[in-house]
T-cell receptor, first 111, second 118 residues
Framework: AQSVTQPDIHITVSEGASLELRCNYS??????LFWYVQSPGQGLQLLLK????DTLVQGIKGFEAEFKRSQSSFNLRKPSVHWSDAAEYFC?????????WGAGTKLIIKP | GAGVSQSPSNKVTEKGKDVELRCDPI?????LYWYRQSLGQGLEFLIY????????KSGLPSDRFSAERTGGSVSTLTIQRTQQEDSAVYLC????????????????FGSGTRLTVV
């Protein structure tokens, strides 16, 4: 069965430090992959998506993610985090036009 | 409209009452989804509409939950005889008809309805 795993429930980084949020998926075919961000009390905003082609995708707010088929991973990165990046981040895979979600990773920024 | 609109943004109801939650998707988006997000939890799929096809109701947790989509646009999620465990944020999303282009395909979410059953 298709599944998405985000192994880190919480991650704490210092402002200005680099960030990597992990996402592993289980899917039989070529996946469509997404990262969403949810700020407290807000809805979900699409950060970036992967469909095919270049395995390094750029998103909004300075985020990028790299698709690695051999590792079944789609990790989200940012070279330097800002306090406004504190939020919960969700990875998802499109399975027949429905999204299979990871449990989310809560990002905490230390000043 | 420019985005997915959900109403009300907050709803407090007494246990046992019925509630209706509304979702107005992006114009032209044929697919519409309802999800539930309980406190501190991930997203739970509830129901999926695609055009005029029969909806996928496989995620509805009980027969107290139902949804309809009129005219292929606005959708209403109805919860009958609400229980305290129904308290959650209910999110609606819509997406374009087909994966014709990776540029425009994707799911756009509304801001959600926070339901509190007291």
């Amino acid at each position: 069965a298709q599944s998405v795993t985000q192994p880190d429930i919480h991650i704490t980084v210092s402002e200005g430090a680099s960030l990597e949020l992990r996402c592993n998926y289980s899917y039989g075919a070529t996946p469509y992959l997404f990262w969403y961000v949810q700020s407290p009390g807000q809805g979900l905003q699409l950060l970036l998506k992967y469909f095919s082609g270049d395995t390094l995708v750029q998103g909004i707010k300075g985020f990028e993610a790299e698709f690695k088929r051999s590792q079944s991973s789609f990790n989200l990165r940012k070279p330097s985090v800002h306090w406004s990046d504190a939020a919960e981040y969700f990875c998802a895979v499109d399975s027949n036009y429905q999204l299979i979600w990871g449990a989310g990773t809560k990002l905490i920024i230390k000043p | 409209g420019a985005g997915v609109s959900q109403s009300p943004s907050n709803k407090v109801t007494e246990k046992g009452k019925d509630v209706e939650l509304r979702c107005d998707p992006i114009s032209g988006h044929t697919a519409l989804y309802w999800y539930r997000q309980s406190l501190g939890q991930g997203l739970e799929f509830l129901i999926y509409f695609q055009g005029n096809s029969a909806p996928d109701k496989s995620g509805l947790p009980s027969d107290r939950f139902s949804a309809e989509r009129t005219g292929g646009s606005v959708s209403t999620l109805t919860i009958q005889r609400t229980q305290q465990e129904d308290s959650a944020v209910y999110l609606c999303a819509s997406s374009p008809p087909v994966v014709s282009s990776s540029t425009n395909y994707g799911y756009t979410f509304g801001s959600g309805t926070r339901l509190t059953v007291v």
